[in-house]
């Protein structure tokens, strides 16, 4: 058979070529098996045995279908044979995806270690199967989400928040606090202050700020009044002049922190799930060789992955593998900076243009790796010089250790502050440790004007915290704080926190203060009534040197969607003291009003109204708040149509067809929707659902053009009486319009009120009609019904 095998191989070669060959082949190869041909029958049609394998010639070039691993590569190559090895282009090896380097064009397989090749005669195609190191690693799930461009429209927008209070002995006093804020397309211009009265009348300017965020570069410019951004380990202050910094928080799509990279390897064509606490959180097909997933896990810390590898066979391998994300690390590559430059903000909140000494300071942050960022810090004023530098390294899955060191020179010398910190979180338990010490020559930004100055300073602390199941939640912390001027503080507490049925719960606390050898403690129980009726609370409390008292809480918070809300409460102690408390409040789509009292025998009364009013899109709008960016929903003049926001309903178009959403997250691709559903019968909308970002700090208008239709129904005949035949088509000026319907039915979807039209239909016998009709400018019906309409043929 091995010969016969041969001969079949060169006949197929030589048939390939001429088609007088191929006959001439068949009756050479029939002549040469007169009798095996029936043996072979009856073996196919009985137990089916596996085929002979089958060797090509000697020496051949056959041109096969190259199979990976089991997986199909689509490439046909040239494949030389040479006594029962198999001669490749290197070339074709690298199209089939394999990682070869090699001095000449073409290798044999087997030179490959860890190689093998199997020919496959009636697939036409030579099985290859290599170790993982000659495939290429794919990845799956990706860092990267998809960016949409943020928007904002020129408007304004002013918020306000007044409140006044008096009572029996408490003079009456008032406040005005405002926000005015200008945008566009340049950025954001506001202005924060209050009016106040109460020992004569005062206006008190908080911040005036120019603001910029360029989405491209993630940097934000900010002149004016601001609040320097730094380093975990340094003091931010107040300045007027001008910060620029980088700012995550407009590109969403980035992932800021390293995320954890799942690995393996398949043999096969194979299905891989990866599952973190049971939850599925990604999943593809790969090609045989090595892969990895690096997809966003939903917990941070500690934590365990299930990876799942189901090859083409139906076999499964799972494999577990422990994982640990550092939000507070930068991903490899990624800066995060701010410098600032200006004068000290001094007096704030009491006097309007006091401005000081001028500074700058400057810090940076940069993700060396995915488990080390370093940091580095300097800072300069009139009489101080600093440099710093840190770094935060994570040990594997063992958590996070943090350091920083930093120079300082003043008129009074040098001095040096030093920071150490260790972090470990997991899904149950918690650890952080943290260090600090200064100099008594040390001195920065935050300490020029500090009460002190600069002096010899020392902070320890240690927090931990554990989960316990249905036994609750317990946490204790240390914190011991040395300074060489004021006094030392070094105290311990502890809380714990039990849940229990029907939203209820217990909840415990106690510190202890060690060096005025005094303690404190609380002991609280709360209850939710269920049915929106609000909660109610009941504890004691009790500390060294203070008699013990009891205290009992209602509260109803404000609906979500707007309405009515309330709270009382009471506190007695074993002295026969008491204080009392209550408060009613409102909020509507306009504004928030909120009223009360509070006293211990004598009785203060207290209101307040809180609300933004937008200037847009050429109207005015009330809310009951306006925080940052904000959306108006434009549906072209038309009322009443339900308005969507990430799937929750916001309202319904009212005036002008305008609906103001006066919360949306800045920079996030929200989804803006109109409920179809919610339509009148005579209205189409093309566009339903649109994904806008908005600038922080602005508003942009989202339209949702909606177009009114006006349709109408009629019957056509012919000159007979008869209706026209359906599938007709009807014409406007040329062009298809519609068809006719069964009983000679014609429906169009805009007629023109008031306006003559003139149609034309095409009849099956070649020849056309035309119908005349004038739709009534007033309509009883949704559907204008024209009647029975004659379809006249020309003369």
């Not at 494949?79 to 044999?108: C, I, P």
């Not at 503080?489 to 217990?506: I, Q, T, V």
């Not at 919610?678 to 970002?693: E, F, M, N």
Request: charged share 20%; with cysteine.
């Amino acid at each position: 058979m091995a010969a016969r095998g041969g001969h079949r191989e060169r006949y197929r070669t030589v048939a390939s070529a001429c088609p007088l060959a191929t006959l001439l082949a068949a009756i050479a190869l029939a002549a040469t098996i007169p009798s095996a041909g029936a043996r072979e029958a009856e073996a196919y049609h009985g137990t089916f045995p596996p085929p002979p394998r089958t060797e090509p010639a000697a020496s051949s070039i056959l041109f096969l279908e190259l199979v990976v691993n089991g997986r199909s590569s689509g490439i046909v190559a040239a494949v030389g044979v040479e006594h029962g090895r198999y001669n490749l282009r290197l070339a074709d090896l690298k199209r089939a995806g394999l990682l070869v380097d090699a001095v000449d064009d073409s290798l044999f397989l087997d030179e490959l270690p860890g190689v093998t090749a199997q020919y496959d005669k009636p697939a036409q195609s030579l099985g290859i199967d290599v170790p993982a190191s000659y495939l290429p690693q794919q990845r799956l799930g990706g860092r990267k989400r998809k960016q949409v461009a943020a928007r904002t429209e020129t408007g304004a927008l002013l918020s306000y928040d007044a409140y006044v209070s008096g009572g029996d002995r408490a003079p009456t006093q008032a406040s005005l606090y405002h926000e005015a804020r200008l945008f566009a397309v340049a950025g954001s211009l506001s202005s924060t202050g209050a009016l106040r009265t109460g020992g004569g009348k005062t206006y008190v300017r908080y911040d005036t700020r120019f603001r910029r965020s360029d989405e491209a570069t993630a940097t934000t410019i900010e002149v004016g009044d601001f609040i320097t951004r730094t380093l975990p380990w340094a003091s931010a202050v107040r300045l007027g002049g001008i910060q620029v910094s980088r700012d995550f928080s407009v590109r969403p799509d980035i992932i800021t922190y390293p995320l954890p990279e799942f690995a393996g390897s398949a043999a096969l064509p194979s299905t891989v799930e990866l599952l973190v606490g049971g939850q599925r959180v990604a999943g593809a097909q790969v090609a045989p060789g090595p892969f990895a997933i690096d997809t966003l896990p939903p917990i941070t810390g500690a934590g365990q992955a299930n990876l799942i590898v189901t090859d083409m066979h139906g076999r499964s391998i799972s494999a577990t593998l422990p994982f640990y994300v550092a939000s507070d690390l930068l991903a490899p590559g990624l800066t995060d900076f701010a410098l600032a430059a200006g004068a000290f903000r001094e007096n704030y909140g009491r006097r309007n243009f006091d401005y000081g000494g001028v500074a700058a300071t400057a810090s940076a942050r940069h993700g060396l790796t995915a488990g080390v960022t370093l940091e580095v810090r300097a800072e300069i004023a009139e009489d101080m010089q600093l440099a710093g530098g840190g770094a935060m390294v994570k040990l594997g899955g063992g958590g996070v250790i943090s350091g920083s060191y930093s120079r300082s020179f003043g008129d009074n010398g040098a001095g040096s502050q030093l920071t150490l910190g260790y972090e470990y979180q997991a899904r149950l338990f918690s650890l952080a440790l943290r260090h600090s010490r200064q100099s008594a020559d040390y001195i920065d930004l935050g300490l020029i004007d500090a009460p002190f100055g600069s002096s010899e300073r020392r902070i320890s602390s240690a927090t931990l915290s554990l989960v316990m199941g249905r036994a609750g939640t317990l946490g204790l912390g240390y914190f011991d704080v040395r300074r060489a001027v004021g006094a030392d503080s070094r105290f311990a507490n502890a809380s714990w926190s039990l849940p229990l049925w029907r939203g209820g719960r217990l909840q415990a606390s106690a510190t202890r203060e060690f060096e005025d050898r005094t303690w404190s403690g609380a002991l609280t129980l709360s209850m939710a009534l269920g049915g929106g009726d609000g909660s109610v609370s009941a504890g004691v409390f009790d500390a060294s040197g203070a008699p013990r008292a009891w205290r009992a809480d209602y509260s109803r918070p404000l609906p979500t969607a707007g309405g009515f809300g309330w709270g009382a409460g009471a506190i007695v102690d074993e002295d026969g003291g008491h204080a009392w408390r209550g408060d009613i409040q409102w909020r509507g789509d306009a504004m928030a009003l909120r009223a009360g009292a509070f006293g211990d025998g004598n009785a203060t009364f207290w209101a307040g109204a809180s609300g933004s009013l937008v200037f847009m899109d050429g109207a005015v709008f009330a809310a009951n708040r306006v925080a940052d960016a904000f959306a108006i929903v434009t549906t072209d003049g038309t009322r009443g149509i339900p308005v969507r926001y990430e799937n929750q309903l916001i309202g319904h178009t009212g005036s002008g067809g305008r609906l103001l959403i006066p919360w949306t997250s800045a920079w996030y691709p929200g989804e803006f929707a109109i409920d179809p559903l919610g339509l009148p019968a005579d209205v189409s909308i093309p566009v339903v659902s649109q994904k806008v970002a908005i600038a922080a700090g602005g508003g942009a208008v989202v339209r949702f053009p909606v177009e009114h239709m006006t349709p109408a129904r009629a019957v056509l005949v012919g000159a007979n009486g008869a209706p026209l035949p359906a599938g007709a088509p009807v014409r406007r000026q040329g062009e298809i319009l519609t068809y006719t319907g069964w009983d000679g039915l014609l429906y169009l979807e805009q007629a023109s009120p008031g306006e003559t039209e003139v149609l034309t239909v095409d009849l099956p016998s070649g020849k056309s009609c035309t119908i005349r009709f004038t739709a009534p400018a007033r309509r009883e019906a949704v559907v204008i019904d024209l009647g029975e309409l004659e379809c006249e043929t020309g003369h």
